[in-house]
Protein backbone atom coordinates (compact mmCIF):
# COMPACT_ATOMS: atom_id res chain seq x y z
CA UNK A 1 0.00 0.00 0.00
CA UNK A 2 1.63 2.98 -1.13
CA UNK A 3 0.03 6.33 0.05
CA UNK A 4 0.29 8.70 3.81
CA UNK A 5 -0.71 7.18 6.59
CA UNK A 6 -0.24 3.43 6.14
CA UNK A 7 3.59 3.09 5.07
CA UNK A 8 4.41 2.11 8.77
CA UNK A 9 2.00 -0.87 8.52
CA UNK A 10 4.73 -2.44 6.39
CA UNK A 11 6.58 -4.02 9.00
CA UNK A 12 5.17 -3.84 13.01
CA UNK A 13 2.75 -2.21 13.66
CA UNK A 14 -0.01 -5.20 14.86
CA UNK A 15 3.36 -7.32 15.50
CA UNK A 16 4.37 -7.60 19.45
CA UNK A 17 7.44 -9.84 19.40
CA UNK A 18 10.79 -8.06 18.49
CA UNK A 19 11.80 -8.13 15.03
CA UNK A 20 14.93 -9.64 14.20
CA UNK A 21 17.21 -8.85 11.53
CA UNK A 22 20.94 -9.76 10.43
CA UNK A 23 21.90 -6.66 9.46
CA UNK A 24 20.43 -3.06 10.27
CA UNK A 25 21.88 0.27 8.53
CA UNK A 26 21.14 3.42 9.56
CA UNK A 27 20.78 6.18 7.20
CA UNK A 28 19.19 5.89 3.50
CA UNK A 29 21.24 8.23 2.17
CA UNK A 30 24.17 7.00 -0.88
CA UNK A 31 26.56 5.32 1.35
CA UNK A 32 23.74 3.12 3.24
CA UNK A 33 21.65 2.48 -0.06
CA UNK A 34 25.00 1.36 -1.46
CA UNK A 35 25.63 -0.93 1.20
CA UNK A 36 22.45 -2.23 1.30
CA UNK A 37 22.71 -3.20 -2.18
CA UNK A 38 25.98 -4.56 -1.95
CA UNK A 39 24.92 -6.84 1.13
CA UNK A 40 21.71 -7.93 -0.50
CA UNK A 41 24.22 -10.04 -2.71
CA UNK A 42 23.95 -12.47 -0.12
CA UNK A 43 21.70 -15.25 2.19
CA UNK A 44 21.51 -12.23 5.03
CA UNK A 45 18.15 -10.36 6.63
CA UNK A 46 18.74 -6.78 6.38
CA UNK A 47 16.53 -4.17 7.02
CA UNK A 48 17.33 0.04 6.66
CA UNK A 49 16.41 2.85 9.17
CA UNK A 50 15.66 5.96 7.98
CA UNK A 51 14.27 8.99 9.80
CA UNK A 52 12.74 10.70 6.66
CA UNK A 53 10.13 9.43 4.70
CA UNK A 54 12.40 8.70 1.33
CA UNK A 55 16.29 7.97 0.02
CA UNK A 56 18.04 10.71 -0.34
CA UNK A 57 16.67 13.39 1.50
CA UNK A 58 19.70 14.54 3.24
CA UNK A 59 23.41 15.54 1.86
CA UNK A 60 23.02 12.87 -0.97
CA UNK A 61 20.67 14.78 -2.61
CA UNK A 62 21.99 17.94 -2.12
CA UNK A 63 25.51 18.38 -3.45
CA UNK A 64 27.60 18.78 -6.82
CA UNK A 65 27.30 15.08 -8.54
CA UNK A 66 30.81 15.31 -9.54
CA UNK A 67 32.23 11.26 -9.55
CA UNK A 68 36.01 12.63 -8.37
CA UNK A 69 39.62 11.15 -9.82
CA UNK A 70 40.84 11.70 -6.56
CA UNK A 71 43.46 13.96 -7.49
CA UNK A 72 42.62 16.46 -4.24
CA UNK A 73 43.27 13.97 -1.24
CA UNK A 74 46.45 13.14 0.44
CA UNK A 75 47.95 9.11 -0.68
CA UNK A 76 46.96 6.64 1.99
CA UNK A 77 44.18 8.02 2.98
CA UNK A 78 40.85 6.34 3.05
CA UNK A 79 39.23 9.58 0.86
CA UNK A 80 41.96 8.63 -1.53
CA UNK A 81 41.84 5.08 -1.51
CA UNK A 82 37.48 4.62 -2.22
CA UNK A 83 37.59 8.21 -4.43
CA UNK A 84 40.08 6.45 -6.62
CA UNK A 85 38.39 2.68 -6.56
CA UNK A 86 34.27 4.20 -6.59
CA UNK A 87 35.48 6.53 -9.75
CA UNK A 88 36.56 3.06 -11.41
CA UNK A 89 33.47 1.49 -10.36
CA UNK A 90 30.83 4.27 -10.89
CA UNK A 91 30.49 4.04 -14.57
CA UNK A 92 29.29 0.37 -14.45
CA UNK A 93 27.04 0.71 -11.47
CA UNK A 94 25.36 3.75 -13.26
CA UNK A 95 24.84 1.60 -16.54
CA UNK A 96 23.49 -1.21 -14.07
CA UNK A 97 20.57 0.87 -12.45
CA UNK A 98 19.82 2.70 -15.52
CA UNK A 99 21.60 6.24 -13.85
CA UNK A 100 22.54 8.86 -16.41
CA UNK A 101 26.83 9.12 -16.30
CA UNK A 102 28.20 11.24 -18.62
CA UNK A 103 31.92 11.74 -18.40
CA UNK A 104 33.27 15.47 -18.74
CA UNK A 105 36.92 15.35 -17.43
CA UNK A 106 37.85 18.96 -15.26
CA UNK A 107 40.58 21.76 -15.43
CA UNK A 108 42.00 23.05 -12.17
CA UNK A 109 43.24 26.03 -13.34
CA UNK A 110 46.05 28.17 -12.10
CA UNK A 111 45.64 32.03 -12.18
CA UNK A 112 49.74 33.11 -10.93
CA UNK A 113 52.55 30.97 -10.84
CA UNK A 114 52.49 30.40 -7.85
CA UNK A 115 49.13 28.38 -8.74
CA UNK A 116 51.16 27.01 -11.14
CA UNK A 117 53.54 24.94 -8.85
CA UNK A 118 50.16 24.19 -6.39
CA UNK A 119 49.35 21.95 -9.98
CA UNK A 120 52.18 20.21 -10.05
CA UNK A 121 51.96 18.92 -6.30
CA UNK A 122 48.39 17.97 -7.42
CA UNK A 123 49.35 16.23 -10.75
CA UNK A 124 52.05 13.91 -8.15
CA UNK A 125 49.80 13.20 -5.37
CA UNK A 126 47.05 12.21 -8.43
CA UNK A 127 49.52 9.98 -9.87
CA UNK A 128 50.61 8.96 -6.48
CA UNK A 129 46.93 7.70 -5.74
CA UNK A 130 46.56 6.18 -9.14
CA UNK A 131 44.57 8.85 -10.60
CA UNK A 132 44.89 7.92 -14.99
CA UNK A 133 45.62 10.40 -17.83
CA UNK A 134 46.25 13.07 -15.59
CA UNK A 135 48.34 16.62 -17.36
CA UNK A 136 49.56 19.73 -16.72
CA UNK A 137 48.02 21.63 -19.82
CA UNK A 138 48.53 25.66 -21.53
CA UNK A 139 46.43 28.20 -22.48
CA UNK A 140 45.85 26.91 -25.86
CA UNK A 141 44.92 23.39 -24.92
CA UNK A 142 42.74 24.98 -22.46
CA UNK A 143 40.96 26.87 -24.59
CA UNK A 144 40.30 24.08 -26.93
CA UNK A 145 38.93 22.24 -24.19
CA UNK A 146 36.71 24.82 -22.97
CA UNK A 147 36.57 28.02 -25.18
CA UNK A 148 36.61 31.27 -22.99
CA UNK A 149 38.02 29.69 -20.11
CA UNK A 150 40.54 32.44 -18.12
CA UNK A 151 43.51 31.10 -16.15
CA UNK A 152 47.05 30.76 -17.62
CA UNK A 153 47.75 26.53 -16.96
CA UNK A 154 45.33 23.78 -15.65
CA UNK A 155 45.72 20.50 -14.47
CA UNK A 156 43.57 18.13 -16.94
CA UNK A 157 42.22 15.03 -15.14
CA UNK A 158 40.21 13.03 -17.61
CA UNK A 159 38.55 10.81 -15.29
CA UNK A 160 36.27 13.13 -13.69
CA UNK A 161 32.76 12.65 -14.31
CA UNK A 162 28.98 13.45 -13.31
CA UNK A 163 25.99 11.90 -12.37
CA UNK A 164 22.97 12.48 -10.78
CA UNK A 165 23.47 12.14 -6.85
CA UNK A 166 19.57 11.36 -6.04
CA UNK A 167 19.12 9.33 -8.90
CA UNK A 168 21.87 7.17 -7.89
CA UNK A 169 21.04 6.68 -4.28
CA UNK A 170 16.91 5.85 -5.42
CA UNK A 171 18.32 3.19 -7.78
CA UNK A 172 20.32 1.63 -4.80
CA UNK A 173 17.48 1.57 -2.90
CA UNK A 174 15.36 0.07 -5.48
CA UNK A 175 17.64 -2.23 -6.19
CA UNK A 176 18.45 -3.39 -3.01
CA UNK A 177 14.65 -3.31 -2.29
CA UNK A 178 14.61 -5.63 -5.38
CA UNK A 179 16.74 -8.07 -3.79
CA UNK A 180 14.93 -7.87 -0.73
CA UNK A 181 15.82 -5.48 1.75
CA UNK A 182 13.84 -3.67 3.87
CA UNK A 183 13.21 -0.13 4.13
CA UNK A 184 11.42 1.69 7.22
CA UNK A 185 10.63 5.37 6.48
CA UNK A 186 9.61 7.69 9.38
CA UNK A 187 11.30 5.44 11.60
CA UNK A 188 14.32 7.62 13.90
CA UNK A 189 16.85 5.40 15.85
CA UNK A 190 16.86 7.13 19.51
CA UNK A 191 18.85 4.36 21.09
CA UNK A 192 20.89 1.17 21.00
CA UNK A 193 21.14 -1.60 23.22
CA UNK A 194 24.10 -4.17 23.40
CA UNK A 195 22.58 -7.90 23.71
CA UNK A 196 23.72 -11.07 23.51
CA UNK A 197 24.58 -11.68 20.28
CA UNK A 198 24.10 -7.76 18.56
CA UNK A 199 22.07 -5.33 19.39
CA UNK A 200 18.38 -3.90 19.79
CA UNK A 201 18.01 -0.71 18.00
CA UNK A 202 14.68 1.74 19.29
CA UNK A 203 13.34 4.47 17.79
CA UNK A 204 11.69 7.90 18.25
CA UNK A 205 8.33 7.03 17.16
CA UNK A 206 7.66 4.22 19.63
CA UNK A 207 7.95 1.44 16.78
CA UNK A 208 9.13 -2.20 17.48
CA UNK A 209 12.28 -1.87 18.76
CA UNK A 210 14.78 -4.09 16.52
CA UNK A 211 17.42 -6.92 17.28
CA UNK A 212 20.20 -6.87 14.88
CA UNK A 213 23.23 -9.09 14.26
CA UNK A 214 25.33 -5.88 12.77
CA UNK A 215 24.64 -2.33 12.91
CA UNK A 216 25.90 -0.06 10.26
CA UNK A 217 25.82 3.52 11.21
CA UNK A 218 25.63 5.64 7.90
CA UNK A 219 23.50 8.41 9.24
CA UNK A 220 25.54 11.25 7.74
CA UNK A 221 25.59 14.08 9.98
CA UNK A 222 23.68 12.26 12.67
CA UNK A 223 26.85 9.92 12.47
CA UNK A 224 28.40 11.30 15.99
CA UNK A 225 24.71 10.91 18.24
CA UNK A 226 24.24 7.23 16.83
CA UNK A 227 28.09 6.65 17.18
CA UNK A 228 27.05 7.91 21.32
CA UNK A 229 24.05 5.42 21.67
CA UNK A 230 26.55 2.78 21.06
CA UNK A 231 28.73 3.86 23.30
CA UNK A 232 31.54 5.39 21.17
CA UNK A 233 32.92 8.66 22.54
CA UNK A 234 34.64 11.05 21.14
CA UNK A 235 33.15 11.62 17.49
CA UNK A 236 31.87 15.05 16.81
CA UNK A 237 30.25 15.82 13.55
CA UNK A 238 30.66 19.63 12.85
CA UNK A 239 28.11 20.97 9.73
CA UNK A 240 29.57 22.91 7.18
CA UNK A 241 27.13 24.50 4.53
CA UNK A 242 27.59 25.06 1.05
CA UNK A 243 25.12 26.79 -1.27
CA UNK A 244 24.61 27.03 -4.73
CA UNK A 245 22.81 28.65 -8.06
CA UNK A 246 20.88 26.78 -10.55
CA UNK A 247 21.33 27.81 -13.58
CA UNK A 248 19.04 27.98 -16.36
CA UNK A 249 19.22 25.15 -19.34
CA UNK A 250 19.42 27.70 -22.13
CA UNK A 251 23.68 27.64 -20.68
CA UNK A 252 24.20 24.17 -20.46
CA UNK A 253 25.84 23.97 -23.72
CA UNK A 254 28.53 26.48 -22.49
CA UNK A 255 30.49 24.66 -20.82
CA UNK A 256 32.20 21.39 -21.68
CA UNK A 257 34.16 20.36 -19.08
CA UNK A 258 34.31 20.86 -15.08
CA UNK A 259 36.32 24.17 -14.29
CA UNK A 260 37.40 24.37 -10.38
CA UNK A 261 39.78 26.78 -9.10
CA UNK A 262 43.15 25.37 -7.18
CA UNK A 263 42.11 24.95 -3.79
CA UNK A 264 43.42 26.90 -0.49
CA UNK A 265 45.69 24.92 1.73
CA UNK A 266 43.22 25.48 4.18
CA UNK A 267 39.82 25.75 2.42
CA UNK A 268 37.35 23.65 3.89
CA UNK A 269 35.93 22.85 0.22
CA UNK A 270 37.21 22.82 -3.10
CA UNK A 271 36.32 26.36 -3.71
CA UNK A 272 33.44 27.84 -6.03
CA UNK A 273 33.30 26.19 -9.12
CA UNK A 274 31.03 25.92 -11.92
CA UNK A 275 30.11 22.29 -12.69
CA UNK A 276 27.38 20.93 -15.48
CA UNK A 277 24.69 18.44 -14.03
CA UNK A 278 23.63 15.45 -16.57
CA UNK A 279 20.25 17.80 -16.63
CA UNK A 280 21.71 20.08 -18.54
CA UNK A 281 21.98 22.97 -15.92
CA UNK A 282 24.91 24.55 -14.59
CA UNK A 283 25.65 25.14 -10.66
CA UNK A 284 27.72 27.87 -9.16
CA UNK A 285 29.23 27.27 -6.11
CA UNK A 286 29.45 25.56 -3.31
CA UNK A 287 30.16 28.21 -0.59
CA UNK A 288 32.13 26.97 2.53
CA UNK A 289 30.52 28.11 6.08
CA UNK A 290 30.42 26.25 8.88
CA UNK A 291 26.65 26.20 10.36
CA UNK A 292 24.98 25.90 13.93
CA UNK A 293 22.29 23.56 12.60
CA UNK A 294 21.99 19.70 10.86
CA UNK A 295 18.70 20.48 9.43
CA UNK A 296 18.59 24.33 7.96
CA UNK A 297 19.71 24.10 4.54
CA UNK A 298 18.24 27.52 3.49
CA UNK A 299 20.86 29.62 1.48
CA UNK A 300 21.66 33.21 2.71
CA UNK A 301 21.12 36.89 0.58
CA UNK A 302 25.19 37.60 1.30
CA UNK A 303 26.46 34.29 0.09
CA UNK A 304 24.24 34.23 -3.26
CA UNK A 305 25.22 37.66 -3.92
CA UNK A 306 29.17 36.39 -4.02
CA UNK A 307 27.51 33.14 -6.35
CA UNK A 308 26.28 35.32 -8.54
CA UNK A 309 29.31 37.77 -8.38
CA UNK A 310 31.35 34.78 -9.27
CA UNK A 311 29.09 33.64 -11.56
CA UNK A 312 29.49 36.76 -13.70
CA UNK A 313 33.20 36.19 -13.36
CA UNK A 314 33.34 32.77 -14.46
CA UNK A 315 30.67 33.10 -17.52
CA UNK A 316 30.65 36.81 -18.74
CA UNK A 317 27.40 36.24 -20.62
CA UNK A 318 25.22 35.36 -17.91
CA UNK A 319 22.31 37.46 -17.46
CA UNK A 320 19.85 37.99 -14.22
CA UNK A 321 17.34 35.99 -15.08
CA UNK A 322 19.69 32.63 -15.84
CA UNK A 323 19.90 32.34 -11.76
CA UNK A 324 16.99 29.66 -11.46
CA UNK A 325 16.92 28.37 -8.51
CA UNK A 326 18.75 27.91 -5.36
CA UNK A 327 19.89 24.92 -2.76
CA UNK A 328 22.43 24.55 0.22
CA UNK A 329 23.87 21.25 1.54
CA UNK A 330 25.62 20.25 4.49
CA UNK A 331 29.11 18.63 4.72
CA UNK A 332 29.33 16.55 7.72
CA UNK A 333 33.13 17.33 8.89
CA UNK A 334 35.13 16.15 10.90
CA UNK A 335 37.24 19.03 11.94
CA UNK A 336 36.15 21.79 13.80
CA UNK A 337 35.75 25.31 12.49
CA UNK A 338 39.12 26.45 14.20
CA UNK A 339 41.04 23.59 12.16
CA UNK A 340 39.36 23.86 9.29
CA UNK A 341 40.71 21.39 6.03
CA UNK A 342 39.40 17.78 5.33
CA UNK A 343 39.73 14.83 7.89
CA UNK A 344 39.95 11.63 6.60
CA UNK A 345 36.44 9.33 6.61
CA UNK A 346 36.29 7.00 9.70
CA UNK A 347 35.57 3.09 8.79
CA UNK A 348 36.09 1.20 12.02
CA UNK A 349 34.44 -1.91 12.91
CA UNK A 350 33.94 -1.93 16.93
CA UNK A 351 32.46 -5.45 17.69
CA UNK A 352 29.76 -5.83 15.05
CA UNK A 353 28.86 -1.87 15.17
CA UNK A 354 30.32 -0.60 12.19
CA UNK A 355 31.19 3.45 11.98
CA UNK A 356 30.93 5.09 9.34
CA UNK A 357 31.22 9.40 10.02
CA UNK A 358 32.86 12.24 8.20
CA UNK A 359 32.05 11.26 4.79
CA UNK A 360 31.95 14.32 3.18
CA UNK A 361 33.14 15.04 -0.01
CA UNK A 362 34.21 12.67 -2.04
CA UNK A 363 31.45 10.45 -0.24
CA UNK A 364 29.07 9.90 -3.05
CA UNK A 365 31.99 9.32 -5.71
CA UNK A 366 33.44 6.94 -2.93
CA UNK A 367 30.11 5.18 -1.63
CA UNK A 368 30.38 1.61 -4.11
CA UNK A 369 34.08 1.30 -3.11
CA UNK A 370 32.86 1.88 0.59
CA UNK A 371 29.94 -0.47 -0.26
CA UNK A 372 32.49 -3.12 -0.84
CA UNK A 373 34.04 -2.12 2.35
CA UNK A 374 31.46 -2.48 4.91
CA UNK A 375 30.54 -6.11 3.06
CA UNK A 376 34.41 -7.63 4.27
CA UNK A 377 33.54 -6.14 7.48
CA UNK A 378 30.18 -7.81 7.98
CA UNK A 379 31.86 -11.19 6.56
CA UNK A 380 34.19 -11.20 9.60
CA UNK A 381 31.13 -11.68 11.82
CA UNK A 382 28.74 -13.35 9.81
CA UNK A 383 28.73 -16.18 6.62
CA UNK A 384 27.82 -14.06 3.75
CA UNK A 385 26.53 -17.01 0.82
CA UNK A 386 26.11 -15.79 -2.31
CA UNK A 387 22.29 -15.98 -3.37
CA UNK A 388 20.96 -17.98 -6.54
CA UNK A 389 19.33 -15.38 -8.38
CA UNK A 390 20.05 -11.81 -7.22
CA UNK A 391 19.61 -8.91 -10.08
CA UNK A 392 21.58 -6.06 -9.81
CA UNK A 393 19.83 -4.14 -12.83
CA UNK A 394 17.35 -2.17 -13.15
CA UNK A 395 15.09 -2.13 -16.04
CA UNK A 396 15.75 0.97 -18.55
CA UNK A 397 13.71 4.26 -18.20
CA UNK A 398 13.05 6.58 -21.51
CA UNK A 399 12.72 10.06 -21.03
CA UNK A 400 10.01 10.67 -23.47
CA UNK A 401 11.65 14.40 -24.23
CA UNK A 402 14.86 13.04 -25.75
CA UNK A 403 13.46 9.91 -27.49
CA UNK A 404 13.45 9.98 -31.19
CA UNK A 405 10.14 10.80 -32.91
CA UNK A 406 9.10 7.48 -34.24
CA UNK A 407 9.70 6.13 -30.36
CA UNK A 408 7.42 8.78 -28.91
CA UNK A 409 4.68 8.30 -30.97
CA UNK A 410 5.08 4.19 -30.52
CA UNK A 411 4.39 5.26 -26.62
CA UNK A 412 1.54 8.02 -27.49
CA UNK A 413 -0.33 5.05 -29.25
CA UNK A 414 0.19 2.48 -26.49
CA UNK A 415 -0.64 4.76 -23.87
CA UNK A 416 -2.18 8.40 -24.54
CA UNK A 417 -0.77 9.03 -20.72
CA UNK A 418 2.78 9.87 -23.02
CA UNK A 419 1.04 12.31 -25.06
CA UNK A 420 0.01 14.72 -22.34
CA UNK A 421 2.66 16.80 -20.71
CA UNK A 422 2.78 17.57 -17.14
CA UNK A 423 5.92 19.49 -16.35
CA UNK A 424 6.35 21.85 -19.45
CA UNK A 425 9.51 23.17 -18.50
CA UNK A 426 11.62 19.55 -18.41
CA UNK A 427 9.20 18.29 -20.79
CA UNK A 428 7.56 15.54 -18.16
CA UNK A 429 4.58 13.68 -19.32
CA UNK A 430 1.72 11.72 -17.17
CA UNK A 431 3.18 8.78 -18.18
CA UNK A 432 6.80 9.59 -16.66
CA UNK A 433 5.03 11.17 -13.17
CA UNK A 434 2.67 8.53 -12.37
CA UNK A 435 5.35 5.98 -13.02
CA UNK A 436 7.92 7.69 -10.82
CA UNK A 437 4.92 7.84 -7.62
CA UNK A 438 4.98 3.62 -8.24
CA UNK A 439 8.18 3.26 -8.01
CA UNK A 440 8.15 5.42 -4.41
CA UNK A 441 9.25 2.56 -2.35
CA UNK A 442 8.02 4.52 0.69
CA UNK A 443 5.15 7.16 1.30
CA UNK A 444 4.28 9.56 -2.00
CA UNK A 445 5.72 12.75 -1.60
CA UNK A 446 6.03 15.82 -3.87
CA UNK A 447 10.07 16.21 -3.01
CA UNK A 448 9.76 12.02 -3.95
CA UNK A 449 8.24 12.70 -7.46
CA UNK A 450 11.02 15.33 -8.46
CA UNK A 451 13.60 13.44 -7.15
CA UNK A 452 12.50 10.35 -9.64
CA UNK A 453 11.15 12.18 -12.80
CA UNK A 454 12.59 16.12 -12.35
CA UNK A 455 8.82 17.65 -12.54
CA UNK A 456 8.90 20.87 -10.41
CA UNK A 457 12.61 21.19 -11.09
CA UNK A 458 12.83 23.41 -13.91
CA UNK A 459 12.18 27.19 -14.41
CA UNK A 460 8.64 27.94 -13.04
CA UNK A 461 9.73 25.49 -10.35
CA UNK A 462 6.29 24.01 -10.04
CA UNK A 463 4.17 26.38 -11.01
CA UNK A 464 2.79 24.69 -14.19
CA UNK A 465 3.23 20.75 -13.12
CA UNK A 466 2.02 21.07 -9.19
CA UNK A 467 -2.11 21.53 -9.35
CA UNK A 468 -1.76 18.73 -12.45
CA UNK A 469 0.01 16.68 -10.13
CA UNK A 470 -2.26 16.92 -7.15
CA UNK A 471 -5.14 16.54 -9.82
CA UNK A 472 -3.42 12.98 -10.56
CA UNK A 473 -2.93 12.08 -7.41
CA UNK A 474 -6.22 12.11 -6.28
CA UNK A 475 -7.76 10.87 -9.74
CA UNK A 476 -5.49 8.51 -10.45
CA UNK A 477 -4.00 7.23 -7.27
CA UNK A 478 -6.56 8.22 -4.97
CA UNK A 479 -4.58 10.44 -2.74
CA UNK A 480 -6.75 12.98 -2.20
CA UNK A 481 -5.32 16.38 -1.96
CA UNK A 482 -5.68 16.65 2.18
CA UNK A 483 -3.10 13.26 2.27
CA UNK A 484 -0.69 15.26 -0.24
CA UNK A 485 2.83 16.07 1.99
CA UNK A 486 5.80 17.92 0.66
CA UNK A 487 8.30 15.72 2.19
CA UNK A 488 6.20 13.40 4.49
CA UNK A 489 3.85 13.73 7.48
CA UNK A 490 3.59 17.51 8.64
CA UNK A 491 3.88 18.94 5.67
CA UNK A 492 0.83 19.30 3.54
CA UNK A 493 0.44 20.69 0.26
CA UNK A 494 -3.25 21.55 0.47
CA UNK A 495 -5.03 22.46 3.27
CA UNK A 496 -8.91 22.09 2.18
CA UNK A 497 -8.19 22.43 -1.30
CA UNK A 498 -5.58 25.51 -0.63
CA UNK A 499 -2.05 25.69 -0.57
CA UNK A 500 -0.99 26.21 3.19
CA UNK A 501 0.02 30.19 2.53
CA UNK A 502 -2.80 30.39 0.53
CA UNK A 503 -5.39 29.38 3.12
CA UNK A 504 -7.06 31.32 5.81
CA UNK A 505 -7.97 29.23 8.43
C1 LIG B 1 27.92 20.99 -0.76
C2 LIG B 1 28.37 19.56 -0.96
C3 LIG B 1 28.95 19.18 -2.18
C4 LIG B 1 29.39 17.88 -2.36
N1 LIG B 1 29.86 17.51 -3.60
C5 LIG B 1 30.25 16.23 -3.80
C6 LIG B 1 30.67 15.81 -5.08
O1 LIG B 1 30.61 16.55 -6.06
N2 LIG B 1 31.13 14.54 -5.22
C7 LIG B 1 31.21 13.68 -4.18
O2 LIG B 1 31.70 12.56 -4.36
N3 LIG B 1 30.74 14.03 -2.96
C8 LIG B 1 30.25 15.28 -2.75
N4 LIG B 1 29.76 15.64 -1.53
C9 LIG B 1 29.74 14.66 -0.45
C10 LIG B 1 28.55 13.72 -0.54
O3 LIG B 1 27.37 14.42 -0.81
C11 LIG B 1 28.42 12.98 0.80
O4 LIG B 1 29.67 12.42 1.12
C12 LIG B 1 27.40 11.86 0.76
O5 LIG B 1 26.18 12.32 0.24
C13 LIG B 1 27.20 11.32 2.15
O6 LIG B 1 26.20 10.34 2.10
P1 LIG B 1 25.64 9.70 3.42
O7 LIG B 1 24.79 8.57 3.02
O8 LIG B 1 26.78 9.42 4.35
O9 LIG B 1 24.83 10.87 4.14
P2 LIG B 1 23.32 11.35 3.95
O10 LIG B 1 22.92 11.47 2.56
O11 LIG B 1 23.17 12.57 4.79
O12 LIG B 1 22.48 10.16 4.57
C14 LIG B 1 22.39 9.94 5.96
C15 LIG B 1 20.96 9.55 6.26
O13 LIG B 1 20.85 9.17 7.62
C16 LIG B 1 19.57 9.57 8.07
N5 LIG B 1 19.60 9.65 9.55
C17 LIG B 1 20.30 10.51 10.31
N6 LIG B 1 20.03 10.29 11.61
C18 LIG B 1 19.17 9.25 11.66
C19 LIG B 1 18.51 8.55 12.73
N7 LIG B 1 18.70 8.89 14.02
N8 LIG B 1 17.68 7.53 12.42
C20 LIG B 1 17.47 7.18 11.12
N9 LIG B 1 18.03 7.83 10.08
C21 LIG B 1 18.88 8.83 10.36
C22 LIG B 1 19.40 10.94 7.42
O14 LIG B 1 18.04 11.34 7.38
C23 LIG B 1 19.98 10.70 6.04
O15 LIG B 1 19.01 10.34 5.09
C24 LIG B 1 29.29 16.94 -1.31
C25 LIG B 1 28.69 17.31 -0.11
C26 LIG B 1 28.21 18.61 0.06
C27 LIG B 1 27.52 18.99 1.33
Known amino acids: MNYFGLFRAIVCVYDTSMKHVDVIIIGAGIIGCAAARELSRYQISVAVLEKEYDTGFGTSSRNSGVVHSGIHYRSGTLRAIHAVRGNHMMQQLCEQLQVPFKPTGKLTVAFDRSQCEELKVLKAQGEANGVPGLEIIDVERMQRLQPGISGIQALYSPSTAIISPYELTIACAESAHHNGVEFHFGHTVSAIDRAEDGFIVHDAEGLCPIHAAIVINAAGLYAD ?281
Open 225 to 505: SIAQMAGIQGITIYPCKGEYYVLDKRLGDQLDVLIYPVPGHHSSGLGIHLTQTVDGNILIGPSTAYSDSKEHTGTTSEILRALRAAGHTLLPTLSEGDFIRTFAGLRPKLNPPEVGGFGDFILEDHDRFILLAGIESPGLTAAPSLALEIVALVRSHLSLVEKQHWSGTLPARERFLELPLDRQQQLVEQDPDHGSIVCRCEGITKAEVLQAVDRIIGPVTYTGIKLRCRSMMGRCQGGFCIPRIAQLLEEERGITMDQQQLKGPGSPMYHRHLRPEESTS
